[in-house]
């Protein structure tokens, strides 16, 4: 989940060779993990909302990560409990084989043996059983198509055990209508997301990721072609799929305006420049 609301992270459609080499000087997924990315926080907030829905006795264990990347997020959900098992889904091998190389190799022996990355279209049936599923990163925007989108939903709905429960992050905002550059300075380089356009007729946007390190700018490090989704649609389409309910938890801003990191569950939204919010699928 991006860190704030003004880090709305996300990946590449394309398979870059990860690690430093000629064309980048430095490890762009290091870079993009340290500009977007807070796994050991988001793992919380699924395990607390798994408990607040159904209850202190029914515990969750397995976590599956649709669109998983390197699979960060799964690595600490096997970290946050002994009994938990994470399995991770990517098309793409090369940001699976980088997070085997650089985040599953620094686990300990047991938590190795409880997560699993694997090769799968999300589109397809009989995914992975799990207590809960999350799609973050925005990656659903993938889907451009209403029904394509309730497909996947529906995919998930029929692997979710009986009290499961499905996250995916969500961000809009007028800042989102515009073309606009957002730029945040880190330690050692400067992130910034690009949102080259909006199309009012089919909602959809191009985005790109760009990265300042030793005084040199790397444009379109990773780069996306995604279709805006609103709440209310997402809502709509997860009924439509098979999800009993629905509930939208909605980040809150902090001193300097920018995203505080925590999300309220929230009936009504708030006209801001740009947002982010969390939409769960009751099964
Ligand atoms: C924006 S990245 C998200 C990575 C990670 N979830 C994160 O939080 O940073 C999107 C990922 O989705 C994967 N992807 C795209 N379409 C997919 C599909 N139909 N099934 C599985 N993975 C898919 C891409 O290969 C890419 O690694």
Redesign the pocket.
């Known amino acids: 989940m991006a860190k704030s609301k003004t880090s709305k992270?996300?990946?590449p459609k394309q398979s870059f060779d990860f690690g430093v080499n000629k064309k980048f000087p430095f490890d762009k997924y290091e870079l993009y993990s340290d500009a977007v990315?807070s796994p050991s926080e988001d793992v919380k907030f699924y395990r607390d909302r798994y408990i607040d829905i159904r209850g202190r006795d029914l515990k969750p264990t397995v976590l599956r990560?649709?669109?998983?990347?390197g699979g960060a997020i799964s690595c600490e959900w096997v970290k946050l409990n002994k009994n938990y098992k994470s399995v991770g889904?990517?098309?793409?091998v090369v940001?699976m084989d980088y997070g085997r190389k650089n985040y599953i190799s620094k686990l300990t022996d047991d938590q190795k043996r409880r997560i699993l990355l694997i090769k799968?279209?999300?589109?397809t049936k009989n995914l992975p059983k799990a207590d809960i599923v999350c799609a973050?990163?925005f990656?659903y925007f993938?889907f451009k198509q209403r029904e394509i989108l309730r497909q996947y939903f529906a995919n998930v709905r029929d692997s979710l055990k009986p009290n499961g429960i499905f996250l995916v992050d969500i961000f809009g905002g007028t800042q989102c209508t515009d073309a606009i550059i957002d730029k945040t300075r880190h330690k050692n380089f400067t992130y910034f997301w690009d949102q080259k356009n909006f199309d009012p007729f089919s909602n959809e946007a191009k985005f790109a990721i760009h990265f300042k390190y030793n005084k040199k700018m790397y444009k379109n490090v990773f780069t996306y072609d995604w279709r805006m989704w609103t709440i209310p649609e997402v809502k709509e389409i997860m009924i439509e799929a098979g999800f009993k309910s629905t509930e939208v938890f909605w980040e809150g801003t902090a001193r300097d305006g920018s995203g505080s990191g925590m999300f309220k569950k929230i009936e009504k939204g708030e006209a801001c420049e740009s947002w982010i919010a969390y939409i769960v699928g009751v099964k």
Do not use: R
């Open positions: 992270a996300k990946k990315q990560e649709d669109f998983c990347g889904l990517d098309l793409d940001p799968k279209d999300v589109l973050v990163n990656s993938f």
